[in-house]
């Protein structure tokens, strides 16, 4: 079962700032945070991961709070092609293997 | 584009058959994931294999099995088809453990 929870639907206009929030009150301290995105039905896109510190790529920035119960991806400047569904992972080791386990994810329209 | 690519892009069958999914793995990814996508039950993980061998297991059918081949492409093969077998299948690929890329999928179609 996946560890996260997040918001079913979010909106956010163009040029502005999406945050799209997640929880993770259950991870171990071992384990990361990852992002993905899902456009339409195309395959699921890496967009960041972190472990506690926050992280900043050229797609988004990951912010995980200290005690590492939640986390928060920030689309600084949406566009209209950042409408899609984001997940948020929790990638869970069993028997010394990783496992991505998605969950319902946010369904992120960004709007004109 | 991910660089793994899947065949077909869509199938359409019907109850009770049986069909195989093929996935090509980014060139040097040793680990080959499959995930199931149906409307209702969102992206489920279903099995993972790294360099031929299975590596974990998650919400697989019996009636599913999959392989790794020497080349490293791995085939998703699905019999006595169900209406709710029809669903997106996606295959992913990493190096080691890292974070997996994603292929375009296939859609199956069960009639």
């Known amino acids: 079962d996946a560890k996260t929870t997040q918001p079913p639907s979010m909106d956010c206009a163009e040029g502005r700032a999406a945050n799209l929030p997640c929880n993770h009150s259950t991870i171990s301290g071992n384990e990361y945070v990852y992002w993905y995105r899902q456009i339409h039905s195309q395959g699921p896109q890496y967009i960041i991961h972190g472990l506690k510190n926050n992280e900043t790529n050229e797609m988004a920035s990951l912010i995980i709070t200290e005690d590492r119960k939640s986390s928060t991806l920030i689309l600084p400047h949406a566009t209209l092609r950042d409408t899609a569904v984001y997940y948020c992972i929790v990638r869970v080791t069993t028997s010394g293997t990783y496992k991505y386990i998605f969950g319902t994810g946010t369904r992120l329209k960004v709007l004109a | 584009d991910s660089g793994v690519t899947q065949t077909p892009k869509h199938l359409i069958t019907a109850t009770g058959q049986r069909v195989t999914l093929r996935c090509s793995p980014r060139s040097g990814d040793l680990s080959v994931y499959w995930y199931q996508q149906s409307l209702d039950q969102g992206l489920q993980f279903l099995i993972q294999?790294?360099?031929?061998?299975?590596?974990a297991k998650g919400n697989i059918l019996e009636r599913f099995s999959a392989q790794q081949f020497p080349d490293l492409h791995s085939e998703l093969n699905l019999s006595s088809l169900e209406l709710g077998d029809s669903a997106l299948y996606f295959c992913?690929?990493?190096?080691?453990?890292?974070?997996?890329?994603f292929g375009p999928g296939t859609r199956l179609t069960v009639l």
């Open positions: 992913a690929s990493s190096v080691d453990n890292s974070f997996p890329f």
């Open positions: 294999y790294y360099n031929g061998e299975e590596r």
